[in-house]
């Protein structure tokens, strides 16, 4: 596709969706934002799928933002503006407020609207090298409310203000500092010790899972607006779930724990 991709496969309890536009260090188009909130929907509707892994083909980017050479057409306008927007920010929205951990693999280029994309996951797994940078400055871009909320929450007010009033580049060290980065692994070993920290994430049980996403998620609301009791009830049915047995019994037998999510 001219445009570009996001692939989808599911792998080892693990929803894989792989930014697929190298000839621009994987830049999102119009369509590959739209396309979002159907992938992630798809994976949350797998019995199979523990969690939600987003990544950038090859190993030279991530994301590199989105797709400049369709700003003339897809950004140009106050109708185009507000639905490319909207694109955006459904995309992001779906992952972060989704009902499974999400997490990002970065290597490389991670800029703009790639580094929000790595942001709206849980966690963001890092390779040494990678590098960061939201340019909307540099570009008259106007950054959206819903983003730059989301941003906050992530970071906190002060590194928010920090990345986008500046406009500069930052590596691997510094994005751990300010909360970007979750885990940062050489360069050589990233492969594998992402493999192996995400397989732990998978071999988890399954509701015990969706309880901390859903907590997750209810903390980022307004206080007001938390739906507390959802939350206790995720709790309650994990206590009272087959998984829960297991769990124990695996325990007590000093052995590895088979969930089956119920």
């Known amino acids: 596709m001219a445009d570009g991709r996001i692939e989808y496969r599911v792998e080892d309890g693990l929803a894989h969706l792989t930014i697929d536009q190298p000839a621009r260090h994987n830049a999102m188009s119009f369509d ?9 929907a798809t994976a949350e509707a797998d019995p199979e799928v523990r969690a939600i892994v987003v990544s950038g083909a090859g190993e030279r980017a991530f994301c590199s933002g989105a797709d400049i050479s369709q700003f003339g057409e897809k950004r140009s306008g106050a109708s185009a503006v507000e639905a490319y927007e909207q694109a955006v920010s459904g995309g992001l929205a ?6 499974k951990p999400s997490v990002a693999l970065v290597r490389g ?4 609207g790639g580094l929000a994309l ?3 996951c849980d966690l963001r797994l890092v390779a040494e090298g990678a590098r ?4 909307a400055a540099r570009l008259g871009l106007g950054y959206a409310y819903p983003n730059v909320a989301m941003m906050a929450r992530r970071l906190g ?7 986008l009033f500046s406009a500069r580049g930052f590596d691997a060290g510094e994005a751990l500092r300010l909360g970007v980065a979750s885990k940062v692994w050489p360069a050589e070993s990233f492969a594998a010790e992402s493999r192996d920290y995400l397989a732990g994430i998978a071999a988890n049980a399954p509701l015990t899972l969706k309880a901390i996403k859903l907590a997750l998620n209810e903390l980022a609301k307004p206080e007001a607006a938390r739906d507390t009791a959802a939350a206790d009830r995720a709790v ?19 052995r590895a724990p088979e969930f089956r999510g119920r």
């Open 32 to 40: 590959m934002w739209a396309s979002l909130p159907g992938l992630v």
């Open 94 to 99: 779906a992952l972060s407020s989704g009902a």
């Open 109 to 112: 280029i991670c800029f703009g």
């Open 118 to 120: 790595a942001l709206s």
């Open 132 to 135: 960061f940078r939201i340019p």
């Open 157 to 163: 007010p002060g590194a928010t203000a920090d990345i």
């Open 236 to 254: 309650a049915e994990c206590f009272a779930s087959q998984d829960y047995e297991e769990g124990r019994r695996a325990f007590a037998e000093k």
